[in-house]
């Protein structure tokens, strides 16, 4: 088998890790900030549920999450499996959502209390103290840890084999099974030049950012 | 008619007594300044009058209309206690300027936004946008800032940045504009830049009412001094008469731990 056969097919599973990735993102940021305003209410009982549901996602592995999301359903009451990628998804999009709802819980929470009673003294209401005042703060507060969640989910997306998902790792074990290991060893180019971009993203961010102090 | 009565206010945090039957009134035109030992209730009674506490007694008549009565049970909107706050403009110790923003940008927010809910806002979006913008630079112009509209905080002065905050809150024409403590925070040789265009709104008769150490200042400045102490009124009246002809020993004690301390 050619080099440049097998990096293409290296290649085309990595989309699949891609795909998680993206997938992630794009249901973990929105229902991240969700579950941080539970984990915040002034509603005590639904305070308490919000920080167990986190504290359990947080506290176990998520190859572990990624095996009860699967095979679960099967096992508790004989439904349908999920298809492998969606249910990796799942997996994926609530066990980050958690991580993310502390990163937001804590930008919010370090806004000074004088920045919204500076809002309510000058008229604003609620949302316009939201948005206006506190939005970009938190904004910029959050994007360094955001960075390295980014991170981590990228190389965290390898876990999907754990319930035979064909991504990148999955497949260079199969040609390390036929006997071939220097593709298990190449798919690190893929991670480093994932991670070189996010790092330029995230630095670009921050300059982005740095016209004003928090 | 006086545009500021304050009648029998009293607050309390859980079991703590922090303002116990606080009365007093206010003249338009005139400046009210508040002195007292830190934790006296100063702070909390500002706090009342801008509505970030509500009090447990008392009510709080602005012009003839009541925009607070404890004793009134029906509930307010969120909508209405913001209109109520406008009658009260608000200097913090600690500036609280919006750190995104530049000075100028500082100063216009508020009244952006309070624009919006004009019923011509959509037709004359640019000429209010323009007015808003020219109110604020002669604004920041009063506040000796010309040269420094478009720094954001970070790049201010504390005695620069309060002298933004004070036109951000006059930029919304309260009736009444509120000082806690507005020097507290910044380094002594600043202070005096702060002073000097508080008692430049004085002159030109901005109702105030301004919580400050600085004896000599509200000695100088206020028209009508309230001493604090243990969240009462314990004695007021002018500046002559509260400090030249001191009746009650508690002031008496605390004038005289200020002036040792000067
Ligand atoms: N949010 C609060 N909860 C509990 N106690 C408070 C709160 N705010 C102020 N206090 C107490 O009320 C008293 C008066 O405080 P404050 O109004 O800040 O006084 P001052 O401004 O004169 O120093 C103090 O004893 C303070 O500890
Ligand atoms: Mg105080």
């Known amino acids: 088998m050619s080099a440049s056969v097998i990096f293409t097919s290296l290649t085309k599973t990595f989309g699949i890790n891609c795909q998680i990735f993206f997938v992630t993102l794009l249901f973990a940021l929105p229902l991240g900030l969700i579950i941080s305003f539970g984990s915040m209410s002034r509603f005590a009982p639904l305070r308490a549920i919000v920080k167990t549901f986190v504290w359990i996602i947080r506290g176990t592995p998520l190859m572990l999450q990624i095996i009860v999301i699967f095979y679960g359903p099967g096992l508790l009451w004989d439904g349908d499996l999920l298809p492998r990628l969606t249910a990796v998804c799942v997996a994926f999009i609530i066990n980050y959502a958690c991580y993310f709802s502390e990163i937001y819980r804590g930008g919010i929470q370090s806004i000074p209390r004088g920045q919204y009673e500076a809002g309510q003294v000058l008229g604003m209401t609620k949302s316009q103290i939201f948005f206006k ?8 507060r959050v994007i360094p840890p955001m960075g390295n969640e980014f991170m ?3 190389k965290d997306t390898a876990l999907a084999n754990v319930i035979a998902t064909k991504e990148i790792i999955m497949m260079s074990k199969e ?7 220097w593709p298990l060893f190449s798919t690190a180019l893929f991670f480093l030049l994932f991670c070189g971009i996010l790092t330029l993203l995230f630095g670009w961010l921050e300059k982005k950012m740095d016209y004003f102090r928090v | 008619m006086p545009i500021l009565e304050v009648q029998n206010i009293n607050k309390s945090f859980g079991s703590t007594k922090v303002l116990n039957d606080i009365s007093f ?20 009674l500002l706090r009342c009058l801008n509505f970030l506490e509500t009090p447990n007694a008392g009510r709080i008549i602005v012009n003839g209309e009541t925009l607070f009565d404890a004793a009134d ?6 909508e209405e206690i913001r209109k109520r706050r406008l009658h009260f403009g608000m200097v913090f110790q600690s500036f609280n300027l919006f750190p995104q923003y530049t000075a100028l940008e500082n100063v216009m927010l508020a009244s952006l936004l309070l624009a919006k809910e004009r019923p011509d806002y959509k037709q004359n979006k640019r000429a209010i946008h323009e007015e808003i913008e020219h109110h604020a630079i002669e604004l920041l112009s009063q506040m000796s800032l010309e040269g420094r509209m478009s720094h954001y905080p970070h790049q201010l002065s504390g005695g620069q940045q309060q002298r933004v905050a004070i036109a951000r809150a006059l930029a919304l024409h309260p009736d009444i504009l509120c000082f806690d403590e507005p020097t507290s925070a910044l380094d002594p040789e600043l202070t005096g830049e702060v002073l000097k265009v508080i008692r430049s709104l004085a002159d030109q008769h901005t109702t105030m009412i301004i919580v400050t150490h600085e004896m000599a200042f ?17 004695e007021q009246g002018t500046p002559t008469e509260l400090f030249e002809n001191t009746q009650n020993e508690r002031t008496k004690a605390f004038l005289s731990r200020f002036s040792q301390n000067n």
């Open chain 1, 133 to 140: 005042v506190t939005l970009l703060q938190v904004i910029k």
């Open chain 1, 152 to 154: 981590t989910l990228i």
């Open chain 1, 175 to 181: 040609y390390a099974t036929k006997g071939l290991i």
């Open chain 2, 25 to 44: 009134s206010l003249e338009r035109g005139k400046a009210l300044a508040i002195i007292g030992s830190s934790g006296s209730g100063k702070t909390t």
């Open chain 2, 73 to 78: 049970h029906s509930s307010k909107s969120d």
């Open chain 2, 218 to 234: 509200a000695r100088d400045v206020a028209d009508h001094i309230l001493f604090m102490d243990g969240g009462v009124i314990v």
